[in-house]
């Protein structure tokens, strides 16, 4: 499903790595909905315990319109990731335009009550073999 490599940031020893795949059988461009799937993947390579508590993400499409999403946990959970462990998790988003882009930041906190925000890298979403139009 993920032939590309991952976009990958790191803040304070958490890793986010970011594949993005176009949901063909999920989009129907002929009413203007285009369908993306991501998958992540948060390494934490830092020497305490830290917790997901809120996601927060900069959605843009096309056109130049944005969107801020913002919440708690992901998917339902707020994970508690210990050091050299993993999480993953996939989720998705439709876009009114066959192109855009997702940035974002995943609000942690170690066991000591120190907050941070961890930087999602920014990943663009394109049609397989569409011409990219962003402003």
Do not use: K
């Amino acid at each position: 499903m993920y032939d590309t490599p991952a976009y990958v940031a790191e803040t304070s020893g958490i890793v986010v790595r970011v594949r993005p795949s176009f949901l063909a059988g999920q989009s129907a461009p002929e009413d203007g909905r285009w369908v993306w799937a991501y998958q992540i993947e948060i390494e934490n390579r830092g020497d305490r315990p830290v917790q997901l508590v809120a996601r927060r993400w900069l959605i843009t499409d096309a056109l130049g319109r944005v969107e801020e999403v913002r919440g708690p946990g992901v998917v339902g959970e707020q994970p508690v990731i210990q050091p050299g462990d993993r999480y993953a998790y996939a989720s998705g988003c439709p876009l009114t335009t066959p192109s855009g882009s997702m940035v974002g930041g995943y609000t942690m906190t170690d066991e000591a009550g120190h907050t941070f925000e961890a930087e999602i890298p920014a990943f663009s979403l394109d049609v397989p073999g569409g011409r990219r139009v962003l402003n």
